[in-house]
């Protein structure tokens, strides 16, 4: 009964602080100097983070798009108006440190469509050539270094 009696009462104190968390819709506080953000985008066809370090460094980790049908790919988030790639670009431009449009790092942990992209579709307007998650993201916003954890030996992977 007397940890009964504990259990209600760790309840009724704990239970407020939920009342302060973020909010669905929200929009999320300005990164600050001195503080680490982590961003989890989610998609529906490949995730990535996106994290601000406390110096205002920025790194991108993964940047996948799954075409349809494939079992890793839900339905897109937050639509279908625009490819996964757009949708991390729009956001991560959102959410950057003032004067900070571009990446230091994107790091692409391994090759599956889910982290890197992967061939949706036919080739760009131009014709030359394929975008996809990494690629889109590379377009639309500067990147300082690609990391590639396998370079130069892709046999040791």
Known sequence: MKIKKIIIVLL???LPIASFAQKV???LPAWEEGYMDIHHINTGCGECAYIILPDGTTMLIDAGENKAGNPRHVSPKPNA???PGEW????IKTMAPVQKQKLDYALITHFHSDHMGGVLKMKNESGRYYNTGIITVAENLQIGMLVDRGFPDY???
């Open 12 to 14: 009724l104190c704990f």
């Open 155 to 157: 046999n040791s992977l």
């Open 25 to 27: 819709g929200e929009t």
């Open 81 to 83: 108006s625009r490819t």
């Open 88 to 91: 991390i670009v729009d956001y």
